[in-house]
């Protein structure tokens, strides 16, 4: 039975990697932040099982990392953990440094000092964020990088330092550069996950409007419960090797916009440019999307679009026969449609409940 350890293993893709690697036989542990909120929905299902293991430990502290590795000897290790927000990265950029950046120095030097160098296979997520203000369309792995944002430039820092480890200490760490991958477990401050949210609560009667940014940034979306297989056939490769993995397609956000408001039964016609853009409803001819400046960043990446040549060649990547990108938002708008009935039920019992105990029904 293999070991692995996946820090941000409450996070989307930390949570489908767990149940990948359960699924395989691995005995999996994860590292978890104190905290007196309780951010472990996406896990919950997995806690209790035998080999499903949980251990406090925080990207800034190099002695928790270190006891963490020291206690589990993993013999794979996916460093998941990070400030994943670019918008966010511009207000805490110093955060995001000291997490996305410094803490994969940390994991790479808590696996040295405890001897684990020649027995430890090392995965970093990397991001298409590296390539920011692209230089070619498609990025390959050897396009060259030009990180956009706080986020982007302390990733930047972790590619590199994880290549410098391999090639000074002879370990076996690489990273995936993925391009973007969504699911009904993104985190609701994301674009995607905000407009799919956002479609089933205005088609419910919750919502009146969406704000977004940029309608026409494009990206290239994939399902993150394919991708994190991805990430474990990187470790299980012959050699240690650094990988984009993408699907190859690319669509704007207007287009993800206009399908997840189709699913959710609601047909979008778009007018204007810019920022003056409006997405209106052409059974009603209300205005239900519009553009904020408010949403758009300091310096904004625009074209990310992956070639996944070497994934295909080297790891038997085939993103034609994994989920599709309408499968992709038809997915996340099913989910979120759910959850806005059941947010909806609740609240029609809170509501009556309130008028009870007004009216002296129920005490």
């Not at 350890?5 to 409450?10: A, F, H, K, Q, Y």
């Not at 996916?78 to 996305?100: K, R």
């Not at 995936?176 to 699911?183: Q, R, Y």
């Amino acid at each position: 039975m293999k070991t692995a350890l996946i820090t941000g293993v409450t996070g989307q893709d930390g949570s489908f990697l767990a149940e990948l690697l359960l699924s395989k036989g691995y005995d999996v542990h994860g590292t978890i932040r104190r905290s007196s909120v309780d951010f472990r929905e996406r896990i919950a299902h997995l806690e209790g099982r035998p080999h499903f293991h949980l251990h406090y430990a925080d990207m800034g502290d190099s002695m928790s990392l270190c006891q963490v590795v020291k206690n589990v000897v993993p013999d794979e290790i996916y460093n998941l953990a990070a400030q994943s927000h670019v918008q966010v990265s511009f207000d805490s950029p110093e955060f995001t440094a000291d997490v996305d950046a410094t803490g994969v120095l940390r994991v790479l030097e808590a696996v040295r000092l405890c001897g684990l160098e020649k027995s430890c296979r090392i995965y970093q997520a990397s991001t298409s964020e590296l390539y920011g203000k692209v230089e070619e369309v498609p990025q390959n792995e050897n396009t060259p990088f030009h990180p956009y944002s706080p986020y982007a430039v302390a990733k930047l820092y972790g590619f590199w330092i994880v290549k410098e480890y391999r090639e000074a200490y002879n370990m076996f760490c690489c990273s995936g550069i993925l391009f973007n991958h969504e699911s009904e477990r993104r985190g609701e401050t994301f674009v995607t996950r905000k407009i799919t949210l956002a479609a089933a609560r205005i088609a419910q009667g919750k919502q009146d409007k969406l704000y977004l940014g940029n309608l026409s940034s494009l990206r290239d979306w994939g399902y993150a419960k394919d991708y994190v297989e991805c990430m474990w056939k990187i470790l299980q490769h012959d050699q240690p090797e650094d990988f984009v993995i993408a699907t190859g397609v690319q669509h704007s956000v207007r287009e993800f916009c206009y399908l997840a408001f189709k699913r959710a039964g609601i047909e979008l016609e778009f007018v204007g440019e810019g920022a003056d853009e409006k997405g209106i409803d052409k059974n009603t001819g209300k205005i239900l999307v519009e553009v904020s400046p408010d949403f758009y960043r300091p310096t904004d990446v625009v074209n990310l679009w992956g070639d996944p040549t070497k994934a295909k060649e080297k790891l038997g990547w085939d993103p034609t026969k994994m989920t599709s990108f309408e499968e992709l938002v038809n997915l996340m708008v099913d989910a979120d449609m759910e959850k806005v009935a059941v947010e909806r039920v609740g609240d029609h019992v809170r509501t009556n409940l309130a008028e009870y105990l007004e009216k002296g029904i129920v005490k």
